[in-house]
């Protein structure tokens, strides 16, 4: 059995008590050693008041979860000497408020501005944008808008949490437009019934955006509401769970067969989760030429013979592994060199790991908790990635989707193709040099600013060539520093 992930420490799980400490010689060396018995990690430790009698101070501590620390605050209360007078989450913090907001690009300060911006001179901007629509591509915000839309029955980690629970997470990915792409993204989260009456809403909302970033949206729903919108939309749509995914597993694959020494397309792949991020993964592979590849679901080996298939698996058997035999998990690894998991905690054991081929290349990447612990998989591994920030080769959406949308909107397409996202993976996986590249640097960090430039070009390169391309030429609009 998979021995337990152990605890990480992050500042997602901050928490800052402020605490009331008699002062006398030892009481702070009370304190610490408790934090340190409840698994918390001392950091910053900031004085506010100081008298004869008592020290206030202001005491941050790293958990590994919410229970962890609810215990930590427990145990402080019973300290003699020792009065908790606040406890402050630095994560809910983060979110007062909301983590974005709409800002002008012109002010207003006069008359005149006021008669330019709004009536009565707006007017004539409507009347020659009602005449000719192409002029909203010029005349509004629309070039530089992405709707992201969830109805939050799929958020990563959390499940079914309704559209208001996926709010703060459609906010922080606005925000990260914003910050690393300069595009103006929006949060819209909908109280739908069904996936028709989530096309219905995006259709009506979506002539004033440039594309159409879907979230979070649960299998089998997304895969219609996804068909639905490329169909009847002129503005690119893009699934980030499925192609967002499967364009940066494909770039870091790219770059372990290549440290591997082997090409992309000789190796053998598993891939355990059959949801959105899984099948469209496998159809992202199948193109970039490798050839065999079996996926697994909770019951095991997505096959023909299999009775229990919905349509949309059945229908992915037949159009990228028709000739999978069924088996579990465990015979889907046996034998194989690459593992992909974007599953659930704990699936993968050591004993499956070492059942496969060399060179061995594991992509653990369920969140939190990856299929297998890094720690316990490393030493059996050639190359090893996770979802998680800490470890190296982090696989994350956020290298993927600000310059897959600034390369589209740059080129105003008027849609997102598989090949469009084949060039955007070549794209991430060049920002990592060959003389650099190694088992433990396979992909770029999020933060490394070359990332969104080099991949908004290729796509944008890709969209002329396909012939989506409303607009040529790179006039990518400057990102903030």
Same mark, same amino acid.
């Given at each position: 059995?998979?021995?337990?992930?152990?605890?990480?420490?992050?500042?997602?799980?901050?928490?800052?008590?402020?605490?009331?400490?008699?002062?006398?010689?030892?009481?702070?060396?009370? +304190?610490?050693?408790?934090?340190?018995?409840?698994?918390?990690?001392?950091?910053?430790?900031?004085?506010?008041?100081?008298?004869?009698?008592?020290?206030?101070?202001?005491?941050?501590?790293?958990?590994?979860?919410?229970?962890?620390?609810?215990?930590?605050?427990?145990?402080?209360?019973?300290?003699?000497? +020792?009065?908790?007078?606040?406890?402050?989450?630095?994560?809910?913090?983060?979110?007062?408020?909301?983590?974005?907001?709409?800002?002008?690009?012109?002010?207003?300060?006069?008359?005149?501005?006021?008669?330019?911006?709004?009536?009565?001179?707006?007017?004539?901007?409507?009347?020659?944008?009602?005449?000719?629509?192409?002029?909203?591509?010029?005349?509004?915000?629309?070039?530089?808008?992405?709707?992201?839309?969830?109805?939050?029955?799929?958020?990563?980690?959390?499940?079914?949490?309704?559209?208001?629970?996926?709010?703060?997470?459609?906010?922080?990915?606005?925000?990260?437009?914003?910050?690393?792409?300069?595009?103006?993204?929006?949060?819209?989260?909908?109280?739908?019934?069904?996936?028709?009456?989530?096309?219905?809403?995006?259709?009506?909302?979506?002539?004033?955006?440039?594309?159409?970033?879907?979230?979070?949206?649960?299998?089998?729903?997304?895969?219609?509401?996804?068909?639905?919108?490329?169909?009847?939309?002129?503005?690119?749509?893009?699934?980030?769970?499925?192609?967002?995914?499967?364009?940066?597993?494909?770039?870091?694959?790219?770059?372990?067969?290549?440290?591997?020494?082997?090409?992309?397309?000789?190796?053998?792949?598993?891939?355990?989760?059959?949801?959105?991020?899984?099948?469209?993964?496998?159809?992202?592979?199948?193109?970039?030429?490798?050839?065999?590849?079996?996926?697994?679901?909770?019951?095991?080996?997505?096959?023909?013979?299999?009775?229990?298939?919905?349509?949309?698996?059945?229908?992915?058997?037949?159009?990228?592994?028709?000739?999978?035999?069924?088996?579990?998990?465990?015979?889907?690894?046996?034998?194989?060199?690459?593992?992909?998991?974007?599953?659930?905690?704990?699936?993968?054991?050591?004993?499956?790991?070492?059942?496969?081929?060399?060179?061995?290349?594991?992509?653990?990447?369920?969140?939190?908790?990856?299929?297998?612990?890094?720690?316990?998989?490393?030493?059996?591994?050639?190359?090893?990635?996770?979802?998680?920030?800490?470890?190296?080769?982090?696989?994350?959406?956020?290298?993927?989707?600000?310059?897959?949308?600034?390369?589209?909107?740059?080129?105003?397409?008027?849609?997102?193709?598989?090949?469009?996202?084949?060039?955007?993976?070549?794209?991430?996986?060049?920002?990592?040099?060959?003389?650099?590249?190694?088992?433990?640097?396979?992909?770029?960090?999020?933060?490394?600013?070359?990332?969104?430039?080099?991949?908004?070009?290729?796509?944008?390169?890709?969209?002329?060539?396909?012939?989506?391309?409303?607009?040529?030429?790179?006039?990518?609009?400057?990102?903030?520093?």
């Amino acid at each position: 059995m998979t021995a337990a992930i152990p605890p990480v420490l992050t500042p997602a799980y901050r928490l800052v008590f402020r605490l009331e400490i008699l002062n006398r010689p030892g009481m702070f060396a009370t +304190v610490a050693q408790t934090i340190g018995e409840a698994g918390g990690s001392l950091g910053a430790i900031d004085l506010v008041q100081a008298t004869p009698a008592v020290h206030v101070r202001d005491v941050t501590v790293d958990v590994s979860d919410e229970a962890t620390g609810e215990r930590l605050g427990q145990r402080l209360r019973k300290l003699e000497g +020792v009065r908790v007078r606040a406890v402050s989450d630095r994560t809910f913090l983060m979110h007062l408020g909301g983590k974005v907001e709409i800002q002008g690009r012109v002010a207003v300060r006069t008359r005149d501005d006021l008669s330019l911006v709004y009536t009565p001179g707006v007017a004539r901007v409507c009347r020659a944008i009602a005449a000719d629509p192409q002029q909203a591509w010029t005349l509004t915000m629309k070039p530089n808008t992405v709707a992201i839309v969830s109805d939050g029955t799929a958020v990563l980690g959390l499940g079914n949490i309704g559209p208001l629970g996926a709010l703060p997470v459609m906010e922080g990915k606005a925000l990260l437009f914003r910050e690393l792409a300069g595009i103006s993204a929006f949060p819209i989260v909908i109280d739908a019934k069904g996936a028709d009456e989530i096309v219905r809403t995006v259709v009506a909302i979506a002539p004033g955006f440039g594309g159409i970033n879907l979230e979070d949206i649960a299998a089998p729903a997304c895969f219609e509401v996804e068909r639905e919108l490329r169909e009847r939309l002129d503005i690119p749509v893009f699934h980030d769970d499925q192609h967002g995914t499967a364009i940066v597993v494909l770039a870091g694959l790219q770059n372990a067969a290549a440290v591997c020494g082997v090409p992309l397309g000789s190796l053998r792949v598993a891939i355990s989760g059959a949801g959105a991020a899984g099948l469209a993964t496998a159809r992202t592979l199948r193109a970039a030429g490798v050839r065999d590849i079996v996926v697994c679901d909770r019951q095991g080996v997505l096959a023909r013979s299999r009775s229990d298939l919905g349509p949309t698996k059945a229908a992915f058997v037949e159009e990228v592994t028709p000739d999978a035999a069924p088996g579990t998990l465990a015979d889907a690894v046996r034998g194989r060199d690459t593992f992909i998991g974007l599953s659930a905690p704990g699936l993968l054991s050591l004993e499956m790991v070492r059942s496969m081929a060399r060179p061995r290349i594991v992509f653990a990447l369920a969140n939190p908790e990856p299929e297998i612990d890094p720690l316990v998989a490393a030493p059996e591994t050639d190359i090893l990635a996770t979802g998680r920030s800490d470890h190296p080769n982090q696989v994350n959406n956020v290298l993927a989707f600000p310059g897959v949308f600034r390369g589209l909107l740059d080129a105003r397409a008027s849609a997102m193709t598989p090949d469009m996202e084949l060039a955007a993976a070549a794209a991430l996986a060049a920002t990592v040099p060959a003389r650099v590249r190694s088992a433990e640097y396979i992909l770029p960090s999020v933060f490394d600013r070359k990332v969104v430039p080099a991949i908004a070009r290729t796509v944008a390169r890709a969209a002329r060539a396909a012939g989506v391309a409303r607009r040529g030429g790179s006039q990518r609009r400057q990102r903030p520093d």
